[in-house]
């Protein structure tokens, strides 16, 4: 299940419960005996990036289907989305070996949709945290994710500790394939997924990678083309980057005015920006991810925040 975009007026309201909202990797989990698999929102199988996460023994059921968070906390205790991409620019067995050790993952639960052959997406949600509870045995490699009724307060911590913001979750909510307002979430900092469509030439310290990706977002089926981000890259993503950008023709229905190397429209990123222009344009645009874990056509212009 899949929120929508709210914002701060939820936080009174008592017919929701407030979850911190984590950075990192949404994924599900598959429990059938002793094996366990991870699969991310595109569907791709991700288990063997994650040798530590073996959890069947922390999981008191036959079966079942968990849906949360992947991170990787840093020496604050906080989830450190940078961390968590060095594990995800690797494809080397040994690399990912070694960086499970250095940079060890947690997966954070916060729902359960099977529990051995049962369909549980039809109970409420406060009913599916009760089981969930049941099922659960935590420890460093497994949590559950904590909530509060009080909204207000959950926002001052968030702000305090200036983590990304917070998920808002109606009680009685059933689990349905798709984007609902029955999840709601309020982001402390401006950011959007955006379909990179393009890249310019690098100058200088940048002459072996890229001046700057550009961005779009789908309006219907057409790619909208919302400014360029050059900020926020280190040599080691600007590498990756370059790697996987695959050269080609695309349309957007308002092509920049500039030299462009086009690329497949198939790579997501999230930028955090501090406004919309009136063109639809974001103003002061920074890098902050990857999103491997996100189909491009989920990237519209309806998720722009003023």
Not at 54 to 67: F, T, V
Not at 102 to 119: H, M, Q, R, S
């Amino acid at each position: 299940m899949l929120a929508k975009m709210g914002d701060t007026s939820i936080l009174k309201n008592r017919e929701y419960i407030f979850e911190p909202k984590l950075d990192g990797t949404r994924a599900i989990l598959i429990k059938d005996g002793a094996e366990i698999r991870f699969v991310n929102r595109r569907g791709y199988n991700i288990t063997r990036r994650y040798p530590e996460l073996n959890l069947s023994e922390y999981i008191k059921c036959e079966k079942c289907i968990l849906d949360g968070e992947i991170i990787v906390y840093n020496s604050q205790g906080l989830p450190d989305f940078h961390l968590l991409q060095l594990r995800d620019l690797t494809e080397s067995s040994k690399d990912i070996k070694i960086r499970a050790e250095i940079y060890p993952a947690t997966y954070v639960v916060f729902d359960i949709l099977e529990k051995d052959g049962e369909n549980l997406r039809d109970l409420d949600l406060m009913e599916r945290k009760s089981i969930l509870k049941e099922v659960m045995r935590e420890n460093e490699r497994i949590q559950i994710i904590p909530y509060m009724e009080n909204g207000e307060k959950l926002w001052e911590i968030v702000k305090k500790l200036n983590i990304e913001g917070i998920m808002a979750k109606r009680k009685d909510s059933r689990y349905r394939e798709g984007r609902y307002d029955d999840w709601l979430k309020i982001k402390y900092f401006k950011t959007v997924d955006a379909v990179t469509v393009g890249y310019t030439s690098g100058k200088g310290k940048r002459e072996e990678t890229f001046g700057a990706l550009l961005l779009a977002l789908y309006e219907g089926e057409n790619l909208r083309f919302i400014g360029k981000v050059g900020t926020g890259f280190d040599e080691s993503i600007s590498k990756y980057l370059l790697s996987h950008l695959e050269k080609d023709e695309v349309n957007v229905i308002n092509p920049p005015n500039y030299d462009v190397i086009w690329v497949k429209p198939n790579m997501v990123c999230e930028v955090q920006y501090l406004e919309v222009t009136e063109d639809k344009k974001l103003r002061a645009p920074s890098f902050k991810r990857l999103r491997w874990d996100k189909n491009p056509k989920e990237c519209k212009v309806e998720d722009l925040q003023r």
